[in-house]
């Protein structure tokens, strides 16, 4: 499946977060959470 959640985040202090699935990011980032955050 597409949806599975296997990715992670990598924020500005290079600590990792997740695994998130493609369903969470696209939310995240069409609500401009995910601006800052590295894909």
Same mark, same amino acid.
């Given at each position: 499946?597409? @949806?599975?959640?296997?990715?992670? !985040?990598? @924020? =500005?202090?290079?600590? +990792? &977060?997740?695994?998130? +699935? !493609?369903? @969470? !990011?696209?939310?995240? &980032? +069409?609500? =401009?959470?995910?601006? @800052? +955050? !590295?894909?």
């Amino acid at each position: 499946a597409v @949806d599975e959640t296997c990715w992670m !985040l990598q @924020d =500005g202090e290079g600590r +990792s &977060h997740g695994p998130y +699935s !493609l369903t @969470d !990011l696209n939310y995240w &980032h +069409s609500t =401009g959470y995910l601006q @800052d +955050s !590295l894909m």
